[in-house]
């Protein structure tokens, strides 16, 4: 009777089931194929069948992982999408052992050579175990005393198998235990080296994606707690189901510290909760229901707490599990977030979030007005003579638009970079704050009338309106700018019995000369006058017989760059080509004689440039002269340079004048 052909057992093992399904599509039908998804489980297939071939991933395919399940002639592929992690596994393997790279995934044309390459290790190995076959025939021949021999190679093969094969396998099941646990510390420490190593809450609160990766929830949300006379205590969103939320969406999503709710809970009673069946616990706000983008099946929530009080809350959604049925978070994720939180409340302690405003870094309402009341208190302790003071209120002009335009993201860049502005605009004794949304204020100490305080104002503006911020050029006078009101605290009324309240009246009085700056209310007398990006001061009304009088700064020219053409401001791309390299920047106004641009590195004065500019859909090339150039912005380093245009010919000079002429008319238009 012929002897029944022996099957070809295969061992795929990777841990993806997509990559095996592939992997078994190119074996032949005549092969047993094994799959296994890790080591261990590889390692309980090799003591129920004889593997006759491997195919396995780089990443668990070392000599140290694989050495107790494959014999030295069966023949072992190794597969990887990295050139390098490929290189590393086949280097642990001694030089004698059948060990074949193959990178992954496969481009069509190769998927045929792979195929011939395995069924030419097959071919191999069943040739050598023909080869062994003659050599079990041959041994028959020999005395007793060989078969004694092998019967005790046997038991020891078996002593092995039951006790160190045993053995490895536990080794390698404590080796896997120990490689998850390093990955998840690697993780832990990722997290809590970019809490530390934030400078503002925006860097902070991007954390909140690896917070959400780690303990596998589908989005979080982060809360600080805020307090005001209106509302009283209420938790204030950062991030609200994983969307950054701007100023004007805070109030939707404020949580009032009373209620009834996950949230509010925890920040109360400052204990975590780890909810499974949130729709049955009274605690499930509409809030849940109404706001969130998926349905809430599970939650789990921690305090922030600094020195035992709550000064925000974590709150994470809906567990991600594909093994389970029915997911939820786990005590180890809520050991994990609860951690975390700890680290966070002491980022958020070196920020001081519970003075600053989170997204511009300037104080809160609050805190400045206690740090005005107590700097008057000391002064007066010392019987320091602070003079005259002022109170001034900064709006954004026509920021809405700007926000309708480029979304509530690039508002909150423009009011980051618009805070590093005004906090260099001001003097080292005057303090600061982001008083809602657009508008700040600033108190000026030491100033000896209302005229030095105008003139402190008027450098902020000036400041404001010189800056380039992206996408200035789409406002409405195609430049952003900030309108100002002011009032003066006279030396007379300033003393230790002042008070918030006192404080809060000057800031009503600074509102009222900001709406007469910005053109909420029309003016008294006949002539019409320029709306916003005004100084307006309030005045007493026994003073002039009127509240406020206008500080008027437009149309102010600047010698320095000594204009013969009319300047717009249109920003549009300006290539400058040096020696070496090519310098990519933008215009910040143009005119037909010259441009201002805005650049990361220095320009010498005097050089002569080539320049080229993009007009809409041509190229324009010309010569330049620096004529001037001045520090914008230290962080990051910021230039302005003014250039003076010279061109080779009319018909280059035409193109500029015919654009401009086109970017008037279409500017006409839209209006």
């Known amino acids: 009777m012929a002897e029944e052909t022996k099957k070809i057992n295969v061992l795929i093992l990777h841990h993806s089931p997509k990559i095996r399904e592939k992997l078994k599509q190119i074996m032949d039908d005549d092969l047993v194929v094994l799959e296994a998804s890790w080591v261990g489980r590889a390692l309980q297939l090799s003591r129920q069948v004889d593997l006759n071939l491997v195919i396995a991933e780089a990443s668990q395919g070392d000599y140290s992982s694989l050495a107790g399940i494959i014999s030295p002639d069966i023949p072992l592929f190794l597969i990887s999408p990295q050139q390098k992690e490929l290189i590393e596994a086949l280097k642990s393997w001694p030089q004698n052992r059948l060990v074949e790279i193959q990178p992954w995934p496969l481009e069509a044309e190769n998927v045929e050579i792979f195929r011939r390459r395995l069924r030419l290790a097959i071919e191999n190995l069943q040739l050598r175990s023909l080869t062994q076959k003659t050599e079990r025939g041959n041994i028959k021949i020999f005395d007793n005393r060989f078969h004694r021999l092998v019967r005790e190679i046997q038991e020891i093969k078996n002593f092995l198998e039951q006790r160190v094969l045993k053995e490895l396998e536990n080794r390698l099941t404590w080796q896997m235990k120990y490689w998850l646990a390093e990955k998840e510390k690697q993780k832990i420490e990722t997290i809590l080296k970019k809490i530390y190593a934030a400078d503002d809450v925006s860097s902070l609160i991007d954390c909140v994606h690896d917070i959400k990766e780690i303990i596998m929830a589908t989005s979080l949300t982060f809360y600080i707690l805020e307090e005001s006379e209106t509302q009283g205590k209420y938790l204030k969103p950062l991030v609200f189901d994983d969307a950054f939320l701007s100023h004007p969406d805070f109030a939707r999503y404020n949580v009032p510290l009373s209620a009834e709710d996950f949230a509010a809970f925890v920040a109360r009673n400052g204990q975590e909760i780890n909810i499974s069946i949130p729709e049955k616990d009274s605690r499930f706000s509409s809030r849940y229901r109404e706001q969130l983008r998926s349905p809430l099946k599970n939650l789990l929530a921690v305090p922030i707490k600094h020195a035992q009080e709550v000064i925000g809350v974590i709150e994470a959604y809906n567990k991600q599990n594909k093994e389970a049925i029915k997911s939820q978070f786990t005590f180890e994720d809520q050991r994990l977030l609860k951690i975390i939180s700890e680290h966070i409340s002491m980022a958020m302690t070196k920020l001081n979030l519970i003075q600053y405003d989170p997204l511009t870094g300037l104080l809160r309402p609050e805190p400045f007005f206690e740090k005005i009341l107590q700097k008057i208190q000391n002064q007066s302790k010392r ?73 402190l104002t008027e450098r902020i503006r000036r400041n404001v309106e010189q800056h380039y911020f ?46 007469e700056a910005k053109g909420k209310r029309l003016p008294t007398g006949g002539e019409e006058l320029p709306l916003k990006n005004r100084i307006c001061a309030y005045l007493p009304e026994d003073e002039r017989k009127k509240k406020w009088t206008l500080v008027n700064f437009q149309e102010r020219k600047q010698i320095k760059e000594k204009r013969k053409h009319h300047r717009y401001f249109i920003s549009t791309p300006m290539l400058i080509f040096e020696e070496t390299e090519i310098k990519v920047t933008k215009t910040v106004n143009l005119s037909l004689g010259g441009a201002k641009i805005c650049l990361s590195s220095d320009l010498p004065l005097g050089k002569t440039l080539n320049l080229t500019i993009i007009l809409e859909d041509k190229a324009c090339q010309l010569r330049g002269n620096v004529i001037y150039k001045e520090k914008a912005n230290d962080s990051p380093p910021l230039f302005h340079a003014g250039i003076e245009f010279s061109f080779p010919s009319p018909s280059t000079q035409k193109i500029l004048e015919d654009y401009l002429q086109f970017m008037v008319s279409r500017s006409s238009a839209i209006n």
């Open 383 to 455: 019987r320091v003579d602070l003079g005259h003071c002022a109170m001034v209120m900064g709006d954004v002009d026509w920021f809405k638009n700007y926000n309708d335009l480029h979304g509530h993201e690039a508002g909150n860049r423009l009011l980051r970079e618009l805070a590093a502005v005004l906090k260099s605009s001001i003097r080292e004794e005057d303090l600061s704050c982001r008083y809602g949304g657009e508008e700040f204020l600033f108190f000026l100490t030491g100033v000896k009338s209302l005229e030095e305080a105008l003139l």
């Open 470 to 515: 992206p996408y200035q050029e789409d406002q409405p006078r195609k430049n952003l700018t900030m309108s100002f009101g002011v009032t003066i605290l006279p030396q007379d009324r300033i003393s230790p019995s002042l008070t918030k309240e006192d404080l809060k009246k000057l800031v009503a009085e600074a509102d009222i000369a900001l709406a």
